[in-house]
């Protein structure tokens, strides 16, 4: 289980490099992170070393941060990869709200960050076909 960041900002420059800068400053490494925008407003979704600890600090800097639970599972990073994910939770009826993809190892392993319905029996049921299912703090 990984706890995903998304932080609230007005769309504007340096907004997300004020971000990266306190987190930085505090020490706290950005493992994955993805920015969607629309109009005036974005939303800048983030995996990182210490969840609890930049939730505070982002909201000590005036930030508007929630906190989930998401699923982070290692998959080769080879075509088909994903595709040999994604057919075993289809078949096992897991339902995908929302994901993102970080490399770990080029040409060896990947992860992809899921948000799902049903967290706990997704992760055993990637346990048990022999999937790594990673946490905020390994480096993958």
């Known amino acids: 289980m990984v706890i995903e ?3 609230f900002m007005e769309n504007r420059p340096g907004k997300l490099e004020a971000i990266t800068r306190i987190l930085a400053e505090s020490g706290i490494n950005i493992r994955g992170i993805s920015v969607a ?3 005036e407003f974005g939303v800048i979704k983030i995996i990182v ?4 600890r930049a939730y505070g600090v982002l909201r000590e800097n005036h930030f508007t941060v929630s906190k989930r639970k998401m699923v982070m ?3 080769k990073d080879k075509p088909g990869g994903l595709h040999d994910l994604l057919v075993l939770l289809s078949m096992n009826r897991i339902n995908i709200e929302d994901c993102y993809g970080i ?3 080029e040409g060896k392993k990947a992860a992809i960050i899921l948000e799902v319905g049903q967290f706990p029996r997704t992760e055993k049921i990637l346990r048990g076909e022999g999937y790594t299912v ?3 703090q390994e480096p993958g």
Do not use: F, M, Q, Y
């Open 37 to 39: 925008s629309e109009g």
């Open 134 to 136: 990673l946490s905020d």
């Open 103 to 105: 490399a770990l190892e």
């Open 49 to 52: 070393s210490e969840p609890d």
């Open 5 to 7: 960041l998304s932080v």
């Open 73 to 75: 599972v290692e998959i």
